[in-house]
Nanobody, 116 residues
Framework: QVQLVESGGGLVQPGGSLRLSCAAS????????MNWYRQAPGEEREWVAT???????AYVDSVKGRFTISRDNAKNTVYLQMNSLKPEDTAVYYC??????????WGQGTQVTVSS
């Protein structure tokens, strides 16, 4: 019903920046909020950021001041601007949508690697 496709990942040096995109399609009206999660190798998936349909944003403490979640409603796209990247930010980043049905939709993930 809702499909999410992430893009924008890649290899960057510490201190660099990336902007991730998540394009939503399908039953867009059913989305209450969109989120970014990340999962590093051997670790559990971690919530990173949220933006609600009302525009409220929230972040995990470790990325506050460095990451910004935003949306372009006309394009049905949510973004994660990542600045001052650190090696510990290395992970697969997943887009997630909270649906009115109380289900969730997930993207396929995009790899972010921060390394010298």
């Amino acid at each position: 019903q809702v499909q999410l496709v992430e893009s924008g990942g890649g290899l960057v040096q510490p201190g660099g920046s990336l902007r991730l995109s998540c394009a939503a399609s399908g039953s867009i009206f059913s989305i209450n909020a969109m989120n970014w999660y990340r999962q590093a190798p051997g670790e559990e998936r971690e919530w990173v950021a949220t933006i609600t349909s009302g525009g409220y944003t929230a972040y995990v403490d470790s990325v506050k001041g460095r990451f910004t979640i935003s949306r372009d409603n006309a394009k049905n796209t949510v973004y994660l601007q990542m600045n001052s990247l650190k090696p510990e930010d290395t992970a697969v980043y997943y887009c997630n949508a909270n649906l009115r049905s109380r289900d969730n939709a997930w993207g396929q993930g995009t790899q972010v690697t921060v390394s010298s």
